[in-house]
C-alpha cells in the first residue's frame, strides 16, 4: 500500500514516514500541495491514501484537496493539522477529506484511522468500484 504524506514540517514528515514504513507502508513525502499534486500524477500505481496537513506553503491544504478531488474522487485524504477549530474541520470535510486528525496526535490513533481507510480502500477496489 502507498501513501502521500504532504507535510512542510520536516521533523513531522520524516517521522510520519518512519512509522508509516514501520507498519509496511510505501511512503512518498511531498513539503507542499503543488508536489502533491505531481507526485499524485505521476504515481503508478496509484496512492491508496493521502495524509494532508492543511496549513502549507504557497497552496493550502484546502485547495490541494479541492485539486485532488477534481482528479480523483477515490483515494482517502486524512487531514494531519493544527487547526482545531469546527469551522476548519467543516471546510476540510467540504473540500473532501474522510478523515480529520488534530495535531499534537496519538500516534496509535493515527495508525488505526489510516488502517481503517485503507482497509476501505481495499474492499472497494475489491468490489471493483
Given amino acids: 500500500m502507498k501513501i502521500l504524506v504532504v507535510e512542510d514540517e520536516a521533523s513531522i514528515a520524516k517521522g510520519l514516514r518512519i512509522n508509516f514504513e514501520l507498519e509496511g507502508y510505501d511512503v512518498d ?74 495535531k499534537p496526535f496519538a500516534l496509535p490513533e493515527l495508525l488505526a484511522r489510516v488502517r481503517r481507510l485503507l482497509d476501505v480502500r481495499t474492499h472497494e477496489l475489491n468490489d471493483g468500484l
Fill in 29 to 102: 513525502l511531498a513539503e507542499d500541495g503543488y508536489r502533491a499534486l505531481e507526485l499524485h500524477g505521476q504515481s503508478e500505481p496509484p496512492f491508496d491514501l493521502i495524509v494532508l496537513d492543511l496549513m502549507l506553503p504557497e497552496m493550502s491544504g484546502y485547495e490541494t484537496c479541492r485539486r485532488l478531488r477534481e482528479v480523483d474522487r477515490r483515494v482517502p485524504i486524512l487531514a494531519l493539522t493544527a487547526r482545531t477549530l469546527a469551522e476548519d474541520k467543516a471546510q476540510a470535510f467540504d473540500c473532501g477529506v474522510d478523515q480529520y486528525i488534530t
